[in-house]
C-alpha cells in the first residue's frame, strides 16, 4: 500500500481499490505492461473499508491520480460514482475502469471484453452461432452477458440457483441477442461452451450443473484463477471435455482493456499471462 497523498513523483499513477486487495495482482499485471510498452507510470493497490469508497477515489483524483480499477466490493458504487459511462458499463451495471478526464469522471468496464478476449484469441474458442451456457447471476455475470451476445451466438442461456435472477438478467438484455434465464434443472440442451461465473468456486463447490449438459467437445470456462485447477476445472477434466481454462487471461485482458483506455496502446497479453502462470506456480 502507498500514501495516497502522494503527490509530485512527476509519473503519472494510477490504483486498484478493492477490499480485500493485498493479494490483488493488478499491479504486477500493469507493471508488466508499462516495462513492455515504454510507458512511465505507477501502479498501487489501495484498501478501502465499507463507506469510505467516495472518500478514497476523491482523494487519488485530488492528488493527480490519472485512473483507477474497482474491484470487489465496489463495482455497484463506482458504477453510481461517476458522472459519465460507456455503453458496457451501463449495461454491466458495474464501473471496473475509471478515467479522470478534464470534465468528467468516466466509468468504463472491461470484464467482458477481456473474457471474450481470452476465450477468441488464447483459448482459440469461436462463439458465432454456439450455445453457450453461463453459470451464475450476480454481478461477474451480468458484466459479460452483452460482450458475449456481440459475437451473435445461437443462444446465451443463463443459469441460477435463484431462478428468478437469473430470468430477470435475461430480460434485461433481451434486446441485444437471443438470452433466455433459468434454473439449473431445467437445462435440457447440450452446450458448446459453458461458463462459470457463480462465486462457488471460491468456496471450492460446484454449481449444480447436470453432466448431461456437457459433451466431448464442450468447452469449459472458469472465470475463477488459482495455482492450481478450481474445482470446476476438475469436475470438466473428469467429464472428458473438450478443452477448459480457468479465468487467468479474462483478468490480464480486462487489464489489458483498461490500459489501453488511460494510455491508448494495447498490450501483449500473452507473455504476461504466461509470466503470472509461472509466478503462481512458484
Ligand atoms: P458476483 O458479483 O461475484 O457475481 P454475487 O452477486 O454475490 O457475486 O453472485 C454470486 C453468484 O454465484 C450468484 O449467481 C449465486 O447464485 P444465487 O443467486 O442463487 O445465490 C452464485 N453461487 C454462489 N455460490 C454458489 C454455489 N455453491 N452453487 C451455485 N451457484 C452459486
Known amino acids: 500500500m502507498t500514501d495516497i497523498f502522494d503527490f509530485g513523483t512527476g509519473v503519472d499513477r494510477y490504483a486498484v481499490i478493492g477490499n480485500p486487495i493485498a493479494h490483488s495482482k493488478s499491479p504486477r499485471i500493469h507493471t508488466l505492461f ?25 482523494n487519488f483524483q485530488a492528488s493527480g491520480g490519472k485512473g483507477l480499477n474497482i474491484t470487489v466490493p465496489f463495482k455497484e458504487e463506482a458504477w453510481a460514482y461517476v458522472d459519465k459511462r460507456s455503453e ?18 468516466l466509468g468504463d468496464n472491461t470484464d467482458g471484453v477481456g473474457l471474450v478476449d481470452d476465450l477468441r484469441q488464447n483459448c482459440e474458442v469461436n462463439l458465432k452461432n454456439k450455445n453457450i451456457l453461463l453459470m451464475g447471476a450476480g454481478g461477474a455475470a451480468r458484466g459479460v452477458i452483452a460482450p458475449l451476445l456481440e459475437h451473435k451466438p445461437a443462444k446465451l442461456t443463463i443459469a441460477n440457483r435463484t431462478v428468478d435472477k437469473a430470468v430477470a438478467l435475461a430480460n ?42 456437457i459433451t466431448t467437445k464442450t468447452f469449459c470456462y472458469d472465470m475463477m484463477y488459482s495455482a492450481q485447477a478450481t474445482v470446476f476445472m476438475k469436475w470438466a477434466a473428469a467429464h472428458d471435455v ?18 489501453y483506455l488511460w494510455r491508448g496502446i494495447r498490450p501483449d497479453v500473452k507473455s504476461v499471462i504466461a509470466q503470472l502462470r509461472q509466478e503462481l506456480a512458484a
Open 172 to 213: 434485461i438484455f433481451k434486446a441485444y441477442g437471443q438470452v433466455e434465464g433459468c434454473g439449473y434443472e431445467d437445462l435440457d440442451a447440450r452446450y458448446d461452451i459453458v461458463i462459470n461465473a457463480t462465486a462457488a468456486s471460491l468456496g471450492g463447490d460446484l454449481p449444480p450443473l447436470p453432466p448431461a449438459c
Open 88 to 105: 458496457r458499463a451501463e449495461l454491466a451495471g458495474a464501473v471496473n475502469t475509471i478515467k479522470f478526464e478534464k470534465a468528467h469522471i
Open 242 to 259: 473438450l478443452k477448459y481454462s480457468d479465468g487467468l487471461g479474462m483478468l490480464v485482458g480486462q487489464a489489458a482493456e483498461s490500459f
Open 34 to 58: 508499462a516495462r513492455q510498452t515504454g510507458q512511465k507510470l505507477e501502479y498501487t493497490a489501495i484498501q478501502v473499508d465499507t463507506g469510505g469508497f467516495a472518500q478514497a477515489v476523491g
